[in-house]
């Protein structure tokens, strides 16, 4: 049974960083790209970032380029999303999911907040 | 990038009627492979996205033939058949043809 599950959310001020994971399970990791989307509270859904399975290519969203870093460790089946000058707007629910959106985990919450 | 837009359903839906809910993409999603590279997913509230469909019409496994996706390359529709309870939700559409993937704004179902 293939899981995706996140974890590393949590309240930070403005400005500062939060790194997510996402532990991948049931298949096998470093044959796919994966990807993260967020939603905002009472929101629709944002395409944030994809990786591919070798890490080669990489895309961002405007709205994240520049401050997110999309990683991933295939020996440890794990996705990361390094945030930093984490903004108010930044505050969602965060999923990782496959490459081809098949699989997404429960989502991890992240609250910007002074 | 790619701007994909959703219509509003006239909810509620009376349970056992059929349902359909378009979608329009500013760009056509057809690739040089010939497919549409267009996903529905549905969230039911609470949970995760659970795609439905992808390259526009291919269900996903394990999804009910009641939902059909069909269109054009720029005009979208997923039609649900004998709706029940547990359609209810909003369901989103997402371009994968290109690099923004972008979603649309969601269509909220709701049940009679």
């Known amino acids: 049974e293939v899981q995706l599950v996140e974890s590393g959310g949590g309240l930070v001020q403005p400005g500062r960083s939060l790194k997510l994971s996402c532990l991948a399970s049931g298949f096998t990791f470093s044959n796919y790209g994966m990807n993260w989307i967020r939603q905002a509270p009472g929101k629709g859904l944002e395409w944030v970032a994809s990786?591919?399975?070798?890490?080669?290519?990489?895309y961002y969203a405007d709205t994240v380029k520049g401050r997110f870093t999309i990683s991933r460790d295939n020996a440890k089946n794990t996705l990361y999303l390094q945030m930093t000058s984490l903004r108010s707007e930044d505050t969602a629910l965060y999923y990782c999911a496959s490459y081809y959106f098949d699989y997404w985990g429960q989502g991890v919450m992240v609250t910007v907040s002074s | 990038d790619i701007v994909m837009t959703q219509g509003v359903l006239p909810n509620p839906v009376p349970s056992g009627e059929s349902a359909s809910i378009t979608c329009r993409s500013s760009?056509?999603?057809?690739?040089?492979?010939?497919?549409?590279?267009l996903n529905w997913f549905l969230q039911r509230p609470g949970q995760s996205p659970q795609l439905l469909t992808y390259w526009m019409s291919t269900r996903a496994s394990g999804v009910s033939d009641r939902f059909s996706g069909s269109g054009s390359g720029t005009y979208f529709t997923l039609k649900i058949s004998r709706v029940r309870a547990e359609d209810a939700g909003v369901y989103y559409c997402?371009?994968?043809?290109?690099?923004?993937?972008?979603f649309g704004g969601g269509t909220k179902l709701e049940l009679k």
């Open positions: 997402q371009q994968v043809r290109e690099y923004p993937r972008t």
């Open positions: 990786i591919s399975s070798s890490s080669s290519y990489i």
């Open positions: 760009k056509s999603l057809v690739y040089k492979d010939g497919k549409t590279y």
